[in-house]
C-alpha cells in the first residue's frame, strides 16, 4: 500500500490513509471512519467520471443496489457519497489480496483449492442473482481472499454501471475485463445471471491452466474471440486437470447462455460435487445435450471420451454405451494424425459399450429402482448402470416426499440400451397443476380468495398508479400460465403513494437529490441564501419543509447555504456595557470589554467610549467586537 501524499477527509468522516489499488475508473483507499471508529475501503471515483451526470446517477443506482447485498462471500457496500465534486463509495475493507495477486504469485492452482473457490465465488453471485444484481465484471481483480480462507466479491457497483462499449475502448480498465467477457456481452447484447458464469468460468479454467481461454493484442480481438471461437480444453493446457472439473469450466463457458448452467446455485453445486469426489451433473447433461442436438460435440465431450478410452480414473461417473460424440466439423484443416484417433476412440467406446450391455447376450438392461431417493443419490444409481440422466421435470405424488425422486422417464425397470436419455420425475408432493386466472379488475380481496381457493399463494404488490384503487390490474406469473398449486402468485395493485419530504437539511446537493429521488419525488428550483446553521454549499432548507405529506412527483424546492450570513455592526457608543453587549448578542456577535484609552473627559462614566469595529459595517455572523468602557472617574 502507497501512502497518501495529500491526506484528505471525505465527508468529515472519512481520513484517508493509504492508496490500495488505481483502476480504470477508481481508485481505492485504506480509510478510517471517524464516526464509527473503523477501518473501511472508500473507492473514489476519477474526476473525468464524476462530471459525467448520467454516469454518475448510473453510479449512485448501483451503488445503492450492492448495499442492499449482505452475503459473506459479498464485500459490503457502507455508504456513498459526493465530497467537492469527488463521487465515492465506503465499503467493507477486506484485509488479505486479490486472487489476481495470487495468481501472479502461483498461476496454477490445485483442482480442489480452484473448484472451492469458484464455489465460493459462485455462492456470492447467487445470492446477488436473486436480488436481480448481475455483476458483469467477474474477474480475478474482484475476487478477494483472506488469509482465513474467506473468499469476497467485490465491485458490484461500478461494473453495471459501465456499458460494453465503454469496456471495450476504455483504456486501462479493459485488459483486465475483456478476456472473462461472455459472448453475449462482447457483443453488446442484454446480458442476465448467465453471463457472470460464463466470466466464472473463465476465472476456473485460469486458475487450473495458468491462462485465460483467449488472448490477442487488443481488446477487441479478444473479445472476438469470445464470440467466434472455441475455447481450447483445459487438459490440453495443464494435463493434470481432472476431466470431471474440465467438464464444469466447458459448461460454464458453453457460447449460449441455455448451454450453460442456468443458476450459480446450480454451478455451485456441482463444483462441490467434485470436491466431495462424486459424479458432476456437467459430464452427463452436456453428453445429453450433444446426443440430442442441442449443442454440438465440443472440444470438451472429445476430450471426456478420449478419457474413457484411456481408462482415466476420473471419469468413472461417464456412462459408457451411449452412442459415440462426433467431432464436429472446423473451419482449420485437422492434422493427419486425428482422424485415426477419433476412430479408435470411438471403436473403443463402441466396444465398452457392447461389453458393458451384453451381460451375457442381452442389449438392453431394466432403469434401475431410484424411486425415494435424492436427485443426487438417483443420477449416481443410473450413470453407474450405463444410462445418461438427461433432466427433470416435476409430478404430482402423494406417497413421495417432495424434492425426492418420484420416477423415471422411461419408467423404472422398463428395458433400455445402455446410454438411453433418462429424465428423473421430481416429487412435489399432492402439489396439482392449476392455471391462473384472469382477475383483471378483481378486488384484491376476492382476488386473494380466488387463488387461495385454487390452492395457490397470493401476495399483494402495491404499484404507484392513478389507476382505479384497489382493484387487480395484472398478475405475476401472468393469466393463463400452469403453475403448481402452492406457487407465488403476485397480484398487481395500484395505489397511490403520498411520501414524505425526507430530511435533506445539511445535505449535498447531489444526495439531497437521490433522497428526493427514493422517496418518489423531485428536486424542484434551487437558491442561495446565507446560514449561519448550515455549511457552506449543503442544504440549508426545503420547501415543502421536510416532514410534510406531498404526492408522488412533486417537486421539492431546495436552498443551498452559502456560508454563515453578514450583520451590520449597530452603534453602541453612550451605552452602558449590559445594554450594549445585550444588543450586540441579538445579533448574533460576541463581545469583549477593555477600559478606555483615551481622555476620560471626553466620555460618560461606565458607558461604551470606543468601539474597534465601525459601526455600519458588514462582519460575519458569530464575529467579536471589543468594547472599550469610559472609567468611572470620568468628570
Known amino acids: 500500500m502507497e501512502p497518501v501524499v495529500s491526506p484528505r477527509t471525505f465527508s468529515n468522516r472519512y481520513e484517508l490513509a493509504h492508496l490500495i489499488?488505481?483502476?480504470?475508473m477508481a481508485q481505492v483507499y485504506l480509510a478510517h471512519d471517524r464516526l464509527l471508529d473503523r477501518p473501511v475501503a472508500l473507492k473514489v471515483l476519477f474526476p473525468e467520471l464524476s462530471v459525467d451526470l448520467a454516469f454518475v446517477e448510473r453510479f449512485r443506482r448501483e451503488a445503492q443496489a450492492a448495499a442492499n447485498l449482505a452475503h459473506p462471500?459479498?464485500?459490503?457496500?457502507?455508504?456513498w457519497g459526493e465530497d467537492n465534486g469527488s463521487y465515492f463509495i465506503v465499503m467493507e475493507y477486506v484485509e488479505g489480496r486479490s486472487l489476481s495477486a495470487m495468481l501472479r504469485q502461483s498461476p496454477r492452482l490445485h483442482p480442489t483449492e480452484a473448484a472451492e473457490i469458484a464455489a465460493k465465488v459462485a455462492a456470492g453471485l447467487a445470492y446477488a442473482h436473486r436480488r436481480g444484481v448481475v455483476h458483469r465484471d467477474v474477474k480475478p481483480g474482484n475476487i478477494l481472499l483472506t488469509p482465513a480462507g474467506e473468499v469476497k466479491v467485490t465491485d458490484f457497483g461500478i461494473a453495471r454501471a459501465v456499458n460494453t462499449e465503454d469496456s471495450l475502448t476504455q483504456v486501462?480498465?479493459?485488459?483486465?475485463?475483456?478476456a472473462y467477457f461472455s459472448p453475449e456481452q462482447a457483443e453488446g447484447l442484454t446480458v442476465d445471471a448467465r453471463s457472470d458464469l460464463y466470466s466464472l468460468g473463465v476465472v476456473l479454467f485460469e486458475m487450473l491452466t495458468g491462462r485465460t481461454p483467449f488472448m490477442g493484442d487488443s481488446p477487441v480481438v479478444v473479445a472476438s474471440k469470445h464470440v467466434r471461437e472455441q475455447a481450447p480444453l483445459a487438459r490440453s493446457i495443464n494435463p493434470s486437470v481432472p476431466v470431471p472439473l474440465e467438464a464444469i469450466v466447458s459448461m460454464a463457458m458453453a457460447k449460449a447462455p441455455s448451454e450453460r448452467y442456468q443458476s450459480a446455485e446450480d454451478f455451485r453445486a456441482d463444483l462441490l460435487r467434485f470436491t466431495e469426489g462424486q459424479p458432476v451433473m456437467a459430464e452427463a447433461k452436456l453428453a445429453a445435450m450433444a446426443d440430442t442436438g442441442e449443442v454440438a460435440a465440443t472440444g470438451a465431450l472429445t476430450g471426456i471420451v478420449a478419457g474413457v478410452a484411456a481408462g482415466d480414473p476420473a471419469t468413472a461417473s461417464i456412462p459408457v454405451g451411449g452412442r459415440p460424440y462426433a467431432v464436429p466439423p472446423a473451419k482449420k484443416k485437422r492434422p493427419a494424425w486425428l482422424v485415426p484417433v477419433v476412430l479408435a476412440v470411438v471403436a473403443i467406446v463402441a466396444i465398452a459399450a457392447f461389453l458393458a450391455g451384453s451381460g451375457g447376450g442381452s442389449s438392453t438392461k431394466p432403469i434401475p429402482q431410484v424411486s425415494g431417493l435424492s436427485v443426487d443419490q438417483a443420477t449416481t444409481e443410473l450413470l453407474q448402470a450405463g444410462f445418461t440422466v438427461k433432466g427433470e421435470k416435476k409430478v404430482s405424488s402423494p406417497t413421495v416426499t417432495a424434492g425426492l425422486v418420484a420416477g423415471t422417464d422411461p419408467a423404472v425397470g422398463s428395458e433400455r440400451a445402455p446410454g438411453t436419455l433418462v429424465t428423473l420425475e421430481i416429487s412435489v408432493g399432492n402439489e396439482q397443476q392449476v392455471t391462473i386466472p384472469d382477475l383483471t379488475g378483481y378486488t384484491a380481496t376476492a382476488a386473494q380468495a380466488k387463488l387461495s381457493s385454487l390452492g395457490l399463494n397470493p401476495v399483494i404488490a402495491y404499484i404507484p398508479s392513478p389507476l382505479p384503487q384497489n382493484t387487480v390490474i395484472g398478475t405475476d406469473p401472468a393469466a393463463g400460465t400452469k403453475v403448481w398449486t402452492t406457487t407465488k402468485v403476485t397480484l398487481n395493485v395500484p395505489v397511490i403513494i403520498s411520501p414524505t419530504v425526507p430530511a435533506v437539511v445539511g445535505m449535498t446537493p447531489v444526495n439531497a437529490g437521490a433522497a428526493l429521488a427514493s422517496a418518489g419525488l423531485t428536486v424542484g428550483t434551487t437558491t442561495s441564501a446565507c446560514s449561519n446553521t448550515v455549511a457552506n454549499?449543503?442544504?440549508?432548507?426545503?420547501?415543502?419543509?421536510?416532514?410534510?405529506?406531498?404526492?408522488?412527483?412533486?417537486?421539492v424546492a431546495l436552498t443551498i447555504s452559502t456560508g454563515v450570513c453578514q450583520v451590520v455592526v449597530p452603534d453602541v457608543t453612550g451605552q452602558d456595557t449590559a445594554t450594549a453587549i445585550a444588543s450586540l448578542q441579538s445579533l448574533g456577535l460576541a463581545a469583549t470589554t477593555s477600559a478606555f484609552g483615551g481622555d476620560p473627559t471626553t466620555c460618560v462614566a461606565n458607558t461604551i467610549a470606543l468601539m474597534d469595529t465601525t459601526a455600519g459595517s458588514s462582519v460575519n455572523y458569530g464575529s467579536t467586537i471589543n468594547l472599550e468602557i469610559c472609567p468611572s472617574s470620568a468628570g
Open 21 to 24: 489499488a488505481r483502476g480504470g
Open 73 to 79: 462471500n459479498i464485500v459490503q457496500v457502507f455508504d
Open 172 to 178: 486501462g480498465s479493459v485488459m483486465g475485463t475483456a
Open 537 to 555: 454549499g449543503l442544504v440549508t432548507a426545503a420547501l415543502p419543509t421536510p416532514g410534510t405529506t406531498v404526492p408522488t412527483g412533486s417537486a
